[in-house]
């Protein structure tokens, strides 16, 4: 079993998770002379726009911005009938270097999150975060290894079983979040050394591979002051399947993994949504993303939980999980 591990990094003491790394320190300035000393969007708001806005909530805009999509990829075979599968039953899947090239744009831009103040689209704004790596699990599929290649091609497995597999690889982070390279250049640096990150596809693995994804505040536009704090981070959970079905969760998720949601792109092409399936934040509460409704605290709370169960069920101690939900007021 390949195992990384960063506990044998550099440590620091400090409890400050909130970081500007240059390079991103150096876009802000670069958007600042571009669009002046008040870094004004040059897109103006549409009634289009502000309609979108006023219709969904941070959290809801929070969750969309940082789900991840792939290009789906088809079986040259549909699936056999009667038979269970890790994959959905359309027989698509995903590779794992597509979704880590997902990442690529936000590991050097940040992740675009447009928020909206309590005087509505008048005052909206937009976040921007960058990715980290936070942890990662793959476990192989009981019928057969990984790497294995079906006669078809497509990767397609005869059963799976109520346990998550042997688990063939793992990476649990430890540093300070300024010492951590964005996600697109820790999972080259990995990849490097365990090649099969970039090689596997979905259908490869076991329904219980998962990913989580650390995002740390680095700018905001337009910028200048506000009553409410702007350092908010968050830790999403990710599942690396299609498949919805978890048997061996003895309780339920309250939001079940949906990474087999797809949408259709432009010219007919079908992506994947890798959507949370469960996230822990971090000074949260008084930021400007902190909820306005009782319905989405409960709903963050509920996110929170199935953090909680996930990382029980396969025995995980998480140590981003432990200090968000150690030093997080929410």
């Not at 970039?198 to 076991?206: A, G, L, P, T, V």
Request: net charge neutral; hydrophobic share 30%.
């Amino acid at each position: 079993m390949s195992n990384s591990s960063a506990s044998s990094l550099t440590r620091t003491t400090g409890s400050n998770r909130f970081y500007s790394p240059p390079v991103f320190r150096k876009n802000q300035r670069q958007q600042q002379r571009r669009f002046g000393s008040g870094a004004v969007e040059p897109h103006s708001k549409t009634a289009s726009d502000e309609l979108t806005l006023s219709e969904t909530s941070n959290l809801d805009r929070l969750l969309a911005a940082l789900t991840p999509s792939v290009p789906a990829q088809s079986s040259c075979e549909p699936r056999m009938k009667g038979r269970k599968t890790g994959e959905s039953s359309t027989g698509s899947y995903f590779r794992l270097e597509d979704l880590w090239e997902a990442f690529r744009e936000w590991s050097a831009y940040g992740a675009e999150v447009p928020v909206i103040g309590d005087g509505g689209v008048d005052e909206a704004t937009k976040m921007y975060y960058v990715p980290s790596l936070s942890a990662m699990q793959l476990y192989a599929l009981s019928t057969r290894r990984l790497g294995e290649e079906d006669n078809n091609g497509a990767g397609s497995n005869n059963e799976t079983s109520n346990s998550p597999g042997q688990l063939v690889y793992e990476y649990l982070e430890g540093t300070q979040p300024h010492f951590r390279p964005p996600f697109h250049d820790k999972v080259s640096i990995l990849a490097s050394e365990f090649p099969f990150l970039k090689k596997y596809r979905s259908c490869d693995i076991s329904p219980f591979s998962w990913f989580s994804v650390a995002w740390y505040p680095i700018y905001r536009i337009p910028v200048g002051s506000s009553l409410k704090r702007v350092d908010a981070c968050f830790l999403t959970f990710h599942s690396l399947s299609m498949s919805v079905h978890y048997p061996m969760i003895s309780q339920p998720l309250s939001h079940p993994c949906r990474g087999g949601r797809k949408v259709h792109g432009v010219e007919g092409s079908l992506d994947i949504s890798l959507h949370p399936f469960a996230l822990a934040s971090y000074k949260l509460r008084g930021s400007i993303l902190a909820p306005n409704r009782d319905s989405e605290w409960q709903k963050l709370d509920s996110l929170l939980q199935d953090a909680g169960v996930w990382l029980h069920t396969l025995q995980v101690k998480h140590p981003d999980y432990q200090y968000f939900v150690n030093r997080s007021s929410h």
